[in-house]
């Protein structure tokens, strides 16, 4: 069912997956058949406006359908995604470890609360490790950004954007976020060591903007990072989440996430080969 063309050879010792917001504005179910068509070997699940995302029945069915195993659900915390399921945060996040106990995956994705939602950021990060306990799953909470407007800048992230600074015991790295926060992604994987579970591989320029680019495309340390997770034997997952809503046409998104997914396997492979026995 894969695409015989895909690059193959030395792979992280977890998995290299697609987001479904990878393939926005198509469907969830376009992602699981690109996924599964251009080699990658799992999918992240954004939990997100498209209803697909959100049951947990037609999720498994499209996993069933395109044998194609989920790695990880990102729980709906976006601003555009502030009313799925309900508006209770705590809830949401209670939902997403139910679908990952239901789908087969073993994290789910979270972002730190907005500086608004007071309840909910008061004891974040207990609560996340209350939930990890109850449930089983891990809960990586991922490195935002400050928001920057001219010379102006906002924290609105409690209690932070960074994990590193925070006692998560699980956490994820996302280079377009890296980008824009104007920190260094390897930097913080050193700072995060052993907590760090879950990667978004992409990539940005250090604009203000949540770019979100093909890796290489941009200037973060894709690579060098890529090379410490090898050096480290990472056994997490590499999930390409990218935006493809500029590519113009089906083949060019397709063309897009074959790039992606070959900038992983050949960095990862290369970085292997340098690692002494």
Known sequence: MTDASAPRGPRPGGLVALSTASVYPESTATGFALAARLGYDAVEVMVGIDPVSQEVDAVRHLSA?????ICAVHAPCLLITQRVWGTEPWAKLERSAE????VGADVVVVHPPFRWQRDYARNFVEGIADLERRTGIAFAVENMYPWRASRREMQVYVPGWNPAHHDYANATIDLSHSATSQ?????????LGDRL????????TGSAKDEHLVPGRGSQRCAELLEHLAQRDFRGHIVLEINTRRSGSREAREL????ALAFVRLNFAAAEDTVLP
């Not at 359908?65 to 195993?69: N, Q, S, T």
């Not at 679908?99 to 239901?102: G, I, Q, R, T």
């Open 197 to 204: 579970r879950h990667i978004h591989m992409t990539d940005g």
């Open 65 to 69: 359908y395109h044998e194609i195993p």
């Open 256 to 259: 897009d996430l074959m790039e």
């Open 99 to 102: 679908m990952a106990h239901e």
């Open 183 to 191: 920190s260094d992604a390897v930097e913080m994987a050193r700072a």
